[in-house]
Antibody
Framework: EVQLVESGGGLVQPGGSLRLSCAAS????????MDWFRQAPGKGLEWVVR????????TTQYAASVRGRFTISRDDSKISLQMNSLKTEDTAVYYC????????????WGQGTLVTVSP | DIVMTQSPLSLPVTPGEPASISCRSS??????LDWYLQKPGQSPQLLIY???TRASGVPDRFSGSGSGTDFTLKISRVEAEDVGVYYC?????????FGQGTKVEIK
């Protein structure tokens, strides 16, 4: 069974840092692109960052709003999102999701972890 | 970035009746368009990918159509469990971008 479990959310002051993790299981992790999305309170979905698969050297891609502040990394079974220089507008529920590949959409999502950036 | 526009943004529906949501993109997507449903208090779930292919386990009352810049999600007979916010997302390029969401609620 495919599972994605996020952790690491919490309350942080503007300018601070936080590290999110997404533990993956139940599939060949290295075969899949993995992405982070976020959803501000009462708002829609926003794509944040992606890491490609092993075949594509785990190349990373970032949304303009987080480039230079956020860094995605991955190991054998987990992706992490290091968030620095946090702003109030980064407040959101952060979801990790698995790209099914071959155009098949994001077929598995984690439960989400809440990040609150507030003085 | 590709801009995605959904309509309507709110859709009151009667159980057993059909429902339809439109999604338009600012440039051609070919068929690289996904539909997601976010039920209240839950993570998004994949309904449709490549414009018209139902994801695993999705009931056949859901169907997707369209290509290029105009897409439609149809529910043939709405059930109470279908309430939530429906999002289209372009899968052609990064950054992935979503429509504003269509909130479906029971009348």
């Amino acid at each position: 069974e495919v599972q994605l479990v996020e952790s690491g959310g919490g309350l942080v002051q503007p300018g601070g840092s936080l590290r999110l993790s997404c533990a993956a299981s139940g599939f060949t992790f290295s075969d899949h692109y993995m992405d982070w999305f976020r959803q501000a309170p009462g708002k829609g979905l926003e794509w944040v960052v992606r890491t490609l698969n092993k075949l594509n050297s785990y190349t990373t891609q970032y949304a303009a709003s987080v480039r230079g502040r956020f860094t995605i990394s991955r190991d054998d079974s987990k992706i992490s999102l290091q968030m620095n220089s946090l702003k109030t507008e980064d407040t959101a529920v952060y979801y990790c999701a698995r790209d099914s590949m071959r155009g098949g959409g994001f077929d598995y999502w984690g439960q989400g972890t809440l990040v609150t950036v507030s003085p | 970035d590709i801009v995605m526009t959904q309509s309507p943004l709110s859709l009151p529906v009667t159980p057993g009746e059909p429902a339809s949501i439109s999604c338009r993109s600012s440039q051609s997507l070919d068929n690289y368009l996904d539909w997601y449903l976010q039920k209240p208090g839950q993570s998004p779930q994949l309904l449709i990918y490549l414009g018209s292919t139902r994801a695993s386990g999705v009931p056949d009352r859901f169907s997707g159509s369209g290509s290029g810049t105009d897409f439609t999600l149809k529910i043939s007979r709405v059930e109470a469990e279908d309430v939530g916010v429906y999002y289209c997302m372009q899968a052609l390029q990064t950054p992935r971008t979503f429509g504003q969401g269509t909130k479906v609620e029971i009348k």
